[in-house]
């Protein structure tokens, strides 16, 4: 005998879980990996986040894509994959954010906050046609918030700049061994 449980201290794997055990647990996943993103515990708290998006993938599944449970599945989970996306952007994990933020734009792509954090994956990667792409959407698409518009307009600034210098660097360095 190694350890005795009293009800209530087991916890069952997660393959063990019914729907409705599952639609429970996401809540609290999400608190856990809120408070240990707080606390700058980035990969504990993407753990938390990933746990919760696969219980919504697992539910998701069950459902008809598109119908109406599915679409407020959905709904419920872009949070967790917006919070699960700023980890990985802070973890420098930048193509599994692209991925995820694709993911949320697919179904909206309106959303802002996936727009602006894919942008910065995309810098971050060096897909500077990509991120240029997702800022100029902004800009063309954010005109109610003037805090973003010069967010963005200042990132694309930089964006361009990083640009210039990358291209002069390159330049100096080829310069003259081209044929040499």
């Known amino acids: 005998l190694i350890k005795v449980l009293h009800p209530g201290e087991f916890e069952k ?9 599952k639609q429970r647990q996401i809540p609290d996943l999400k608190l856990a990996g809120n408070n240990l993103y707080n606390v700058g515990k980035y990969d504990e708290a993407a753990s938390k986040y990933g746990q919760a998006l696969q219980f919504f993938e697992d539910l998701m599944l069950k459902e008809k894509p598109n119908d109406v449970e599915w679409r407020q599945l959905d709904l419920q989970r872009r949070p967790l994959l917006l919070n699960f ?3 990985k ?7 599994s954010a692209i991925e995820h933020a694709t993911t949320i734009l697919d179904s909206d792509p309106t959303d802002r906050k996936a727009r602006y954090r894919r942008a910065r994956a995309h810098v971050s990667a060096w897909n500077v046609e990509a991120a240029k792409n997702d800022y100029k959407y902004l800009l063309e698409n954010v005109k ?4 973003v518009l010069t967010l963005v307009q200042y990132e694309l600034q930089q964006l361009v700049q990083a ?3 990358k291209y002069q660097e390159d330049k100096s360095r080829l310069s003259g061994k081209m044929f040499s």
């Not at 952007?89 to 193509?95: A, E, T």
């Not at 109610?144 to 805090?147: L, P, S, Y």
């Open 163 to 165: 640009e210039h210098n």
């Open 144 to 147: 109610d918030d003037d805090k």
């Open 89 to 95: 952007l802070k973890l420098g994990d930048f193509y």
């Open 85 to 87: 996306i700023q980890c």
């Open 13 to 21: 794997d997660t393959y063990l879980l019914n729907d409705e055990e």
